[in-house]
């Protein structure tokens, strides 16, 4: 309580540069800070949007080997900075209001039109500890600007699968595969889709996401994902 009277008295100092944070749409984060979160415009895979050492290819290594079941993903920048602080602020300490800059983010990314917005879905036991999902806010908002619907309750997750963070590319694969399951497949059924994440980082998840997206019928998939995250 002490905390929230603090934080009115005074603003809420930003955790990137510690000035005060007076724009309270991305409060903590100072408009300065926030107004320095760039896209990355390095080479990429043209098809998955990895980040790539030179531009001597255009796909990579992974998708000419098994090319993904959505027509191609983008990401606005890398995770890292200010992108990656406010993505960890929503997430794992709760700050929902930063989901709406954030979706404005998402916005800057070239997108096709497209019939709805679908976002990658958490299991319920991990929606219940969390209390809500990020990508289903980010969705919410991208929709509500593009003026298309958002559907929740298609793409469903059915296995509480092990955190993805630690394992390989092969394993991440492994641990995410049948953990989807599609409900009401008449709303997608031709349907082109953007599949919303708030961070891509091997893609295992939303390749799995698409393969159960494709299976279902719907036409193509465009994966938009705020930033691209490297294996450590
Ligand atoms: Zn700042
Ligand atoms: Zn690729």
Redesign the pocket.
Known sequence: MLNNFLNILFPET?P??Q?PATDHKTAP??S??WQSVSPYEGPICQKCGKPLVSDVSTTCGECLEDEPAFSYARSFGLYEGVLKKAISLLKFYGIKRLSKPLSDIILRIDMPRVDAVIPVPLHEKRLRQREFNQSALLAKYLAESLGIAVLLNCLIKIRDTAPQVGLSSKDRRKNIKKAFEIRRTEMIEGKNIILIDDVVTTGATVRECSNVLKKAGVENIYVITLAHGMMD
Do not use: A, L, Q, R
């Open positions: 930003c990137v540069c000035n984060i100072c300065d800070c």
